[in-house]
């Protein structure tokens, strides 16, 4: 449950930092006539997710015996790409995000078109991509934890996710962002660790993978490093650890833990100079979509 609490939290984060920001800039722009079709695509890119997790979620439930494995190989890799991309994305982009959605809601208005529908698509792709996202990672934690435990720790995650995202911008108070998105991108950074690790096991276990050095350690006699427990589980889910790991999953881990840290932490090259703030740009006249 605490692994897609911690998922939720942080990509319910940035998805409710969207929506706040759009919000409070169409209140600013005095156009708040817009702010059902801005829920409207909010809504819309929600149900996408949700659908788009249930049909995962069916189909790899659907499958057994090395099919299965593969499957779940499959989605954790993917996870594990999806999550690296997006700690780098959102560390060299999370300055540039507010002035960026303030500019295409100007060009929605503008543009002389339906306004309310591209509202709607302002949101909906904004939203979008952090929906789709946390559908990946949540199944590819559950395939360590029962699903029970995976909704419930995702709709405590989203909760406070909410009230962060209010309390940044609507509430106008000032939480440390830069602080918040460095720990937790270096949490996801562990996580994404751990999924690679068990990608190579559930490879191993389908027999399209070897091992040169298998059970590098052995500690299935503590009860409570193994899977048959709640804090195994979580371990594994979150860490990918496993009381009896062959070497190339102890290698895999290492390997992309230090390498995908190291370039994380170390400072980003500015390859040019700091924007300034965001100008409205002038709303044509009375016209409201």
């Known amino acids: ?29 005095g156009r708040t006539d817009l702010s059902r079709a801005m829920w409207g695509g909010v809504l819309a890119a929600a149900g996408l997710a949700v659908v788009a997790g249930v049909v995962i979620h069916l189909t790899v439930g659907s499958l057994d015996g090395a099919a299965r494995l593969r499957a779940f190989a499959a989605i954790t890799v993917t996870a594990v790409c999806v999550l690296t991309w997006m700690v780098f994305w959102m560390r060299k982009q999370a300055r540039a995000i507010k002035g960026q959605l303030q500019h295409e809601i100007d060009e929605a208005i503008n543009s002389g078109g339906n306004v309310r529908a591209a509202i709607t698509a302002v949101a909906f792709f904004a939203v979008a991509r952090e929906g789709l996202e946390a559908a990946l990672f949540l199944i590819a934690a559950a395939t360590e934890e029962s699903g ?11 909760a406070i996710a909410s009230v962060l995202g209010y309390l940044v911008v609507l509430g106008g108070r000032r939480l440390p962002m830069a602080t918040f998105f460095k720990v937790t991108g270096l949490m996801l950074i562990v996580f994404a660790a751990g999924l690679l690790a068990r990608s190579v096991a559930y490879l191993q276990y389908a027999g399209d993978l070897g091992t040169v050095w298998n059970n590098v350690y052995d500690l299935t006699r503590y009860e409570s490093l193994t899977t048959g427990t709640e804090t195994g589980r979580f371990l594994a889910a979150f860490f990918g650890w496993d009381p009896r790991p062959a070497v190339e999953q102890v290698l895999a881990w290492a390997a992309y833990l230090g ?13 040019q100079p700091e924007r300034p703030g965001h100008v409205p740009t002038p709303v044509r006249g009375a016209t409201r979509g």
């Not at 942080?10 to 969207?18: I, M, S």
């Not at 190291?262 to 400072?267: F, G, K, V």
């Open 259 to 271: 390498v995908v840290s190291w370039l994380y932490l170390r400072s980003p090259r500015s390859s």
């Open 148 to 158: 029970a435990d995976v909704l419930l720790g995702a709709v405590i995650g989203l």
């Open 1 to 29: 449950m605490l692994t897609a609490l911690l998922i939720m939290v942080r990509e319910g984060f940035e998805a409710a930092l969207v929506v706040a920001i759009v919000y409070a800039y169409l209140r600013r722009i």
